[in-house]
């Protein structure tokens, strides 16, 4: 998996030439300090107690599902579509584990004390209908989190920044199905009547791109975008130049937030 295209890989895990990579990923993220302080917090606007379910939409690794039973005695069910993800979560939980498209969850209506997706709304082809999947299992008074980042949101200094736009600019636009969704999450919810409703913002910042490189892939996006026609592959070159040069010379900044989003479904 080239690390310019793990975000659409997460489209379709199992399609992918190594998808057990994708785990190694997402294992990495999850033990970035950055990562584990927001998923508890999303965990937490859950407000689950012991004996409520939960149900966990594009579970991934289990990695929420393992910590809501761990912390709260909730009990899980871990929904993915792919396969990989689904043996990963049998294997590493105790959550009763479904392979299902969030498009379709195959649950009876109000069947939940929670629901929650981290990171997923925004790599699926209808946000909008796996939304409403969401709430039809959700029951009145239950809660339902959503994390993404944003990449509206994203900040690049290298010397170009017309050339850094345009790179963000893909990432934000392309690179991703809904990479802009997060910001219109809290939107969405009152539109369908939600109450209650919270956005909480945590901003990524990195300073060292070689800690995370693997797993953000942010050196290689110039060349992502050049390969799908958006930039030309000299200013692609250009982009990793003064992209290395900003890392050497330790001017590097690059951040995203991601906006959490709760809300509780009206009685
Ligand atoms: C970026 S990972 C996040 C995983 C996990 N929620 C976490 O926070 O670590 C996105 C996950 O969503 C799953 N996914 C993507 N589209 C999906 C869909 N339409 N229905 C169900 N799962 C989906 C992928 O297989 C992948 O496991």
């Known amino acids: 998996v080239g690390s310019g295209h793990v975000a659409h890989a997460f489209t379709a895990v199992d399609r992918q030439p190594r998808p057990g990579e994708l785990l190694g990923v997402l294992d990495r993220l ?4 950055f990562y584990g302080s927001y998923k508890h917090r999303l965990r937490g606007l859950l407000q689950s107690e012991r004996g409520s379910r939960v149900l966990d939409v594009g579970a991934g690794t289990g990695a929420n599902a393992l910590a809501l039973a761990a912390e709260s005695g909730t ?8 396969m990989t993800m689904a ?3 049998r294997a590493r939980t105790r959550a009763h584990v ?3 498209d969030g498009h379709r969850l195959p649950f009876r209506a109000s069947g939940f004390d929670g629901v929650l997706a981290d990171r997923v709304l925004q790599h699926v082809a209808e946000p909008e209908r796996v939304l409403d999947q969401m709430l039809r299992i959700l029951r009145p008074g ?19 920044r017309e050339l850094a736009g345009r790179v963000l600019g893909y990432r934000a636009q392309a690179a991703l199905r809904n990479g ?20 909480e913002a945590r901003t990524l910042v990195v300073r060292d791109p070689r800690a995370v490189d693997n797993v953000l892939g942010l050196r ?3 060349h992502a975008a050049a390969a799908h026609g958006y930039l030309e ?31 509780t479904l009206g009685r």
Do not use: C
Not at 236 to 262: H, I, N, P, S
């Open 87 to 89: 043996a990963a979560i």
């Open 75 to 82: 009990e899980v069910v871990a929904v993915d579509q792919s």
């Open 30 to 33: 999850a033990a970035e300090p």
């Open 220 to 222: 290689s996006w110039a």
């Open 233 to 263: 592959s000299a200013d692609a070159e250009r982009f990793v130049e003064q992209f290395d040069a900003a890392v050497d010379t330790g001017r590097f900044m690059y951040a995203v937030t991601f906006f959490l989003t709760a809300a």
């Open 142 to 160: 239950g809660r339902i989190a959503l994390a993404d980042p944003d990449y509206s949101t994203q900040v690049l200094d290298i010397e170009d």
């Open 98 to 100: 479904v392979v299902a």
């Open 180 to 199: 802009t969704l997060a910001h219109r999450l809290a939107g969405l919810l009152a539109a369908r009547g939600l109450r209650e409703i919270t956005v």
